[in-house]
Every structure is written in structure tokens, then in C-alpha cells.
């Protein structure tokens, strides 16, 4: 695909298909997005992909635990991403994000949907939360800043919102 | 140019020609940046495109002051793109990111150069900063969150530092 086509094609994917993501597919659009522009170029994120039936279940109740609704936050995505900023970074939310913008445009380059979900911090603060992070082992010293809910798109590709004025300014 | 090789080729210039960026292709780049996912789709942020000589001084003077360092914290760059996050949405910091990551490529794929230039709320905290973004007329509710140095590149495209190992764990 063409790279500003890309830019302007690219929307968020609220309905997903059973079929879970081809492994090589996924691991190459992740592969690609550690491409991405992190503060003093430290690489400072961690990212980890969630393909365990059971701990995205949890990670799903509690999300929506947080929402305060009865809902799948993930619209029934098999993989989940979620990225972890290291704590001690001033770009600890920045350097996160950034990766998962890479990572949306990466997956939507190979057909796959993404969308963003957020309220991660929090999810890790409740005690099944803790408990699940604590069973990963994770290295010391990261925190969650947000994480994708990944699978092929159900249905049409949606629509682009008309932009809104002003969203730029010249001075 | 392909999306991938964007993705993957991409790297932050730190030093940049005396040529100012042209304006059209400029105001193209921030029109596809535009397009970057933001919290509920809210397209919540504002970028401000600072070519305004005075302007620019101000905020490198400011910027290095924060820094504690006599540099020019934007390396010489003609333009300065501001990226604010509306303050009252949780996802302020990440949505203003997300364009400026967007930016990042969408001027590369033009052969533009940019890198982020952080320590924005503090430079706006500082009377000089306060008196520049009064003049601005700004609307209210927004917190700056990140910057770009853009122009063209002077010299080789940076090489790629080789991306660190465990940067992706999975579950």
C-alpha cells in the first residue's frame, strides 16, 4: 500500500472476525513498530501480545469492570496488545503511544483491524489484575499506558468522520 | 513511497538546510496527520504550525532554558509544529501524540525531516511562554504536549540504531 494511503485509510475496528491473526503477520506488523520514534531514541516500551484465551478474558472483564458497563471493551478480539511505558521515562505516555500508532498502521497495511483501548493503568491496579501482571513476569519498572484489540475486520471498512475545522492553526 | 518502507525507514533528523519548507506541501503533511486515531474518535487535539521567526527564537530560547543547556533545542528548524491535547479528556497526552506521530511520516513521505521536541507545558509555564500563547489567542482548554523541528534534511538520513531485544513479549 501506499504510504499516505495508508495515513488517510486507516480507521479503527470495532468488529472482528473468529479467525485469529496469522502468527508471522503479527509478529512482523509488531517487529515494524518498534520502528517507531521513541524520546532520546531509548526504546524505552515493552510491548506484550496476549493470545491466551485466558487472560484476555480477564483482561476484557476487567477493562469493562472499569467502564462500569456490561460490555466487551474489545469487541471479541482474539489478541490483544498492550504497551507499557517505562515508569522513570518523561516520555513514558508519549514513547508508548507512539509505538502503538506504528503498530495500528503496520497491521492495517497487512488487512488487519486494530483498536484502541484504554483505561490500562487502572485495569493493572485491581487486585485480578495485579495478579495477572504478576504472573507475567514482566521486567521492573514498566507501566500500562494502552493496548489494541487486534483480528480481521468484520464487515466493511469504516468510514472516515469529516475532519473537524480548525484542527490546524498557522502562526 | 511503500508504507512499510515508511514505517521502517523513518528516523528523527537533527540537523536541517536553511530552505523553508514548502508551504503546500506543509499544509498537506498536517492534513494527514489529521486522520491519526484519537480518543473516541473525538479528534480532540489542535497543532499549531509556527513559521513566525520571533515565535521560533522565543521557543528555543525557552525550550534551552528548561534544558539548562545554551543549544538550540529545534536545530535550526524555520518551522515548529505545536501539538496540544484538550485537557479535560483522559486521553490528552495520547491523542496529541498520536498526531504527531502521524506527522512524523506523513512529512517524511514528502522527503521532510522532523524530531520531537518535548518540555512543551513546562516552556508555556514560563511568563515569556504565557505571554507568547496569550498573543496566539488559542482556543481555551488545551495543554501543549509535544513539538516537532521540521525542514529539509541537510546531510546522509540518519542510519537505524538496531532495535533492542525483549522489546515484544508473548503471552
Keep these: 500500500m501506499d504510504a499516505k494511503e495508508l495515513l488517510l485509510t486507516r480507521r479503527s475496528v470495532r468488529s ?18 518498534t520502528y517507531a520514534p521513541t524520546g532520546m531514541g531509548r526504546q524505552s516500551p515493552l510491548l506484550v501480545c496476549v493470545s491466551d484465551d485466558e487472560a484476555i478474558e480477564t483482561l476484557k472483564k476487567l477493562n469493562a469492570s472499569i467502564l462500569g458497563m456490561d460490555i466487551d471493551p474489545y469487541y471479541g478480539a482474539k ?28 497491521l492495517y497495511g497487512e488487512g488487519i483491524g486494530s483498536c484502541w483501548v484504554h483505561r490500562m493503568k487502572q485495569v493493572f491496579e485491581l487486585p485480578e489484575g495485579k495478579k495477572l501482571i504478576e504472573s507475567w513476569d514482566l521486567p521492573e519498572g514498566y507501566v500500562a499506558v494502552g493496548s489494541l484489540a487486534v483480528g480481521y475486520p468484520d464487515g466493511e471498512h469504516p468510514t472516515v468522520a469529516e475532519r473537524k475545522k480548525d484542527y490546524i492553526i498557522y502562526k
Tied chains: 1, 2.
Design 79 to 106: 489478541t490483544i496488545i498492550l504497551a507499557f511505558g517505562k515508569a522513570e521515562r518523561v516520555t513514558c505516555v508519549e514513547d508508548a503511544t507512539s509505538l502503538l500508532v506504528y503498530l495500528g498502521l503496520a
Design 16 to 33: 472482528f472476525t473468529d479467525k485469529r491473526v496469522d502468527r508471522d503477520v503479527l509478529k512482523e506488523a509488531l517487529r515494524v513498530s
